[in-house]
């Protein structure tokens, strides 16, 4: 069965510098979320998308934006990037009717 | 604002040695409670989702349960390959009734099962 697709799986940035996360959603699934996951912690959400409206916003610095495209796939830019936002960043897509949120592999990004 | 507590943070269990593994939580609404298995640097795993109090799930050697209060996640003679980080989380439905989705994770349980 097809699953959540994130790219890239790893990615080395410098302080200052800006990174774009991709994520490629379960086919016909309507939601999408991003999470955060810092060394040994829970994931913290920071944002999502039902049918490519913004629908929720949690921890999200206004240094990162995000958005979601009419093929439903989704991007999380990053800027001015601060060693804190090294961390393994998820995407996980749902039905809205159905609830479970099924997740990617992640992306690492080290910011040195 | 949500919570999700688990304990105990870490478990070592000896091969086919059964436990239990607790989530409490504080939510307005429960629309579901999930529980993932998560290994290192790999995304969360789905394994139950569980709607409402009373409700019990199971596969494999794993059983989820729930009540109002808490879920448990019952490991029934576990394998080494058990061993991994189980991550408990809920979903809060708003005060419309409509869910935006987003999970509370608790903060996991570190699974160590030895041959």
């Known amino acids: 069965a097809a699953g959540v697709i994130q790219s890239p799986r790893h990615l080395i940035k410098e302080k200052r510098e800006t990174a774009t996360l991709k994520c490629y959603p379960i086919p016909r699934h309507d939601t999408v979320y991003w999470y955060q996951q810092g060394p040994g912690q829970d994931p913290q959400f920071l944002i999502s998308?039902?049918?490519?409206?913004?629908?929720d916003k949690g921890s999200i610095p206004d240094r990162f934006s995000a958005q979601q495209f009419s093929d439903y796939h989704s991007e999380l830019n990053m800027s001015s990037l601060e060693l804190g936002d090294s961390a393994l960043y998820f995407c996980a897509s749902s039905l809205e009717s159905t609830a479970t949120a099924f997740f990617g592999q992640g992306t690492r990004l080290t910011v040195v | 604002e949500d919570q999700v507590t688990q304990s105990p943070e870490a478990l070592r269990l000896q091969e086919g040695e059964s436990s239990s593994l607790n989530c409490s939580y504080t939510?307005?609404?429960?629309?579901?409670l999930f529980w993932y298995r998560q290994d290192p640097g790999k995304g969360p795993e789905f394994l139950f989702t569980?709607?409402?109090a009373g409700e019990e799930k199971e596969k494999e050697r794993l059983k989820a349960t729930l009540t109002k209060k808490e879920s448990f996640l019952h490991i029934t003679a576990p394998k080494p390959e058990d061993s991994a980080t189980y991550l408990c989380a809920v979903q809060d439905n708003n005060a419309g009734g409509t869910s935006y989705g987003k999970l509370t994770f608790g903060q996991g349980t570190i699974l160590t099962v030895h041959p």
């Open positions: 998308f039902y049918e490519k409206m913004q629908s």
């Open positions: 939510v307005s609404g429960l629309r579901g």
């Open positions: 569980l709607y409402s």
